[in-house]
């Protein structure tokens, strides 16, 4: 069959043309005399404006919260601790003291990655200071070592001074505030285990000066720990000449399983080593199953959203039908209609996808005073971090966070776009235009 000259010299017009957008962007006008498709826009542009705030924000406080919880931890606690196997002493008991420390020490920091090795004295007992009492846990140290700890040395809250540790103790902020005591201050501690004499072991009371308060930023750290000097600490809890174990402080505390077998080989075999990661990993594996559970809900409520944009193209084609039918007669093809109804369900979700990462950046940005104004408003107590362990809610941005929220909207709004962009091409232009 031959063709006109006009005809072979038409061009069919690229995917997503001018006049495409025109025609969406007036269908996406519509008034509400025309249908009520500008309000169904409107619902489906705030519902996806929401969810991908809630799937954003959540995804940063639970990024800030391990984040803070795994810092707080490292900064202040052993990344791996040595301990002794024990041996049968003349007693017949299990001694599982270390004798020599300070050669084990010195083999366990020359291990590549290791930043320092520090012998500790570890004991329970009781601080007192006039009608107030607190169960602590003493960690004698030499000074040296503990100004190697940055949450403790590096606390931006502390008070005293860190030179005279040789003098007195360091405590943290919530023993100070439980015992009421501050910098020059004398507490007594109360040691069940103490001096051993004819009739047996009598409790051991020795009052020290209070030199330094750190805040470690946990709060089961700062209500509990006392730093002792580590020649006090041996005579205190009748370990002279022995320690009870050796932290281990590394420079990549995240890859610590592979230093795990260095340091057993540094240390001699007839020692334990035990990670952070044994000491905190079923509180870290619960984070991530409920990271991942939380993703998974918020990823629903997503979708929910995104569904609006169905029933919103399905009432701007069952509004736009005798449109569609004049635009088939003069010529456009199916694709063309395809994609103007592609466009405006797109378009929504685009912009709504945009606003939601915006609101939520700025939430993850300024958590802090938003924070401060929700704990006004309920009248404080909203977080008590005698059971969250930290402070403060925290927020962490991450691209991968973002970009995640940012592609799952995205996916679900072309994709739940296609069903009615495609009813609306295959829309017979004769039935659309019979009753006109």
């Known amino acids: 069959m031959?063709?006109?000259?006009?005809?072979?010299?038409?061009?069919?017009?690229?995917?997503?043309?001018?006049?495409?957008?025109?025609?969406?962007?007036?269908?996406?006008?519509?008034?509400?005399?025309?249908?009520?498709?500008?309000?169904?826009?409107?619902?489906?542009?705030?519902?996806?404006?929401?969810?991908?705030?809630?799937?954003?924000?959540?995804?940063?406080?639970?990024?800030?919260?391990?984040?803070?919880?795994?810092?707080?931890?490292?900064?202040?606690?052993?990344?791996?601790?040595?301990?002794?196997?024990?041996?049968?002493?003349e007693h017949g008991r299990i001694d599982r003291t270390i004798a020599e420390y300070d050669a084990m020490a010195v083999r366990l920091a020359a291990v590549p990655g290791v930043i320092r090795a520090a012998p500790l004295v570890k004991g329970q007992v009781m601080a007192a200071r006039r009608d107030r009492n607190a169960g602590v846990q003493v960690f004698g140290i030499t000074g040296e070592n503990l100004a190697d700890i940055p949450g403790v040395a590096g606390s931006d809250d502390a008070i005293g001074d860190l030179a005279r540790f040789d003098a007195g103790i360091a405590i943290g902020s919530g023993i100070a505030r439980e015992l009421g005591v501050t910098i020059?201050?004398?507490?007594?501690?109360?040691?069940?285990?103490?001096?051993?004499?004819?009739?047996?072991?009598?409790?051991?009371?020795?009052?020290?000066?209070?030199?330094?308060?750190?805040?470690?930023?946990?709060?089961?750290?700062?209500?509990?720990?006392?730093?002792m000097p580590f020649a006090e600490?041996?005579?205190?809890?009748?370990?002279?000449?022995?320690?009870?174990?050796?932290?281990?402080?590394?420079?990549?505390?995240?890859?610590?399983?592979?230093?795990?077998?260095?340091?057993?080989?540094a240390a001699g075999e007839e020692v334990a080593a035990w990670t952070w990661r044994d000491a905190s990993g079923s509180f870290l594996r619960a984070l991530e199953v409920e990271d991942n559970v939380m993703f998974i809900?918020?990823?629903?409520?997503?979708?929910?959203?995104?569904?609006?944009?169905?029933?919103?193209?399905?009432?701007?084609?069952?509004?736009?039908?005798r449109d569609i039918g004049i635009l088939r007669t003069i010529g456009l093809s199916e694709a063309s209609v395809m994609r103007v109804f592609f466009i405006c369900g797109a378009f929504t979700g685009v912009i709504g996808t945009a606003l939601g990462v915006i609101l939520g950046c700025l939430f993850a940005i300024y958590i802090d005073p938003i924070f401060s104004f929700v704990n006004y408003m309920m009248g404080g107590?909203?977080?008590?971090?005698?059971?969250?362990?930290?402070?403060a809610l925290p927020a962490e941005l991450h691209l991968g966070d973002v970009l995640r929220a940012v592609g799952l909207s995205l996916g679900l709004s072309f994709v739940v776009t296609i069903f009615p962009a495609r009813r609306a091409a295959r829309l017979n232009p004769v039935e659309a235009l019979r009753y006109e």
């Open 297 to 321: 809900i918020l990823s629903i409520l997503v979708l929910i959203a995104a569904m609006n944009i169905v029933s919103g193209l399905i009432m701007l084609v069952k509004n736009k039908g």
């Open 233 to 265: 600490a041996q005579s205190y809890f009748n370990r002279e000449g022995v320690a009870d174990e050796i932290e281990v402080m590394l420079e990549q505390p995240e890859q610590v399983q592979d230093l795990v077998l260095p340091l057993w080989r």
């Open 184 to 227: 020059g201050d004398r507490i007594k501690l109360i040691s069940p285990n103490g001096v051993k004499t004819a009739f047996g072991t009598s409790p051991r009371v020795n009052a020290y000066e209070v030199v330094y308060i750190f805040t470690a930023g946990r709060y089961d750290i700062d209500r509990t720990r006392v730093y």
């Open 2 to 89: 031959a063709t006109s000259p006009a005809t072979r010299g038409a061009k069919t017009p690229p995917p997503f043309s001018r006049f495409e957008w025109i025609i969406a962007w007036r269908y996406l006008r519509a008034r509400r005399s025309e249908g009520g498709v500008s309000v169904m826009t409107w619902i489906s542009l705030i519902g996806i404006t929401l969810a991908v705030f809630a799937l954003i924000a959540t995804m940063a406080v639970r990024s800030g919260f391990r984040s803070e919880f795994v810092g707080t931890i490292l900064g202040a606690n052993a990344h791996v601790t040595i301990y002794s196997q024990g041996v049968v002493n």
């Open 381 to 391: 107590g909203v977080w008590d971090p005698s059971i969250r362990g930290i402070y």
